[in-house]
């Protein structure tokens, strides 16, 4: 294996991380949104 498919395959595996961390922190901010969202039709 040599130095190029090395840093390739390096390179797509932190993209993935960082894409997965992404989709977390998306889908986090999106339920507490839903969850504000429903507190604020209760209250009226």
Known sequence: MDVAS???????LVLAVT??????????????FERQAR???EDR
């Not at 090395?6 to 797509?12: E, I, K, Q, W, Y």
């Not at 997965?20 to 889908?27: E, G, I, L, P, Q």
């Open 6 to 12: 090395l840093a390739s395959a390096v390179t797509v």
């Open 19 to 32: 894409l997965a961390r992404a989709w977390k922190v998306f889908d986090l901010l999106i339920r507490v």
């Open 39 to 41: 507190a604020r039709d």
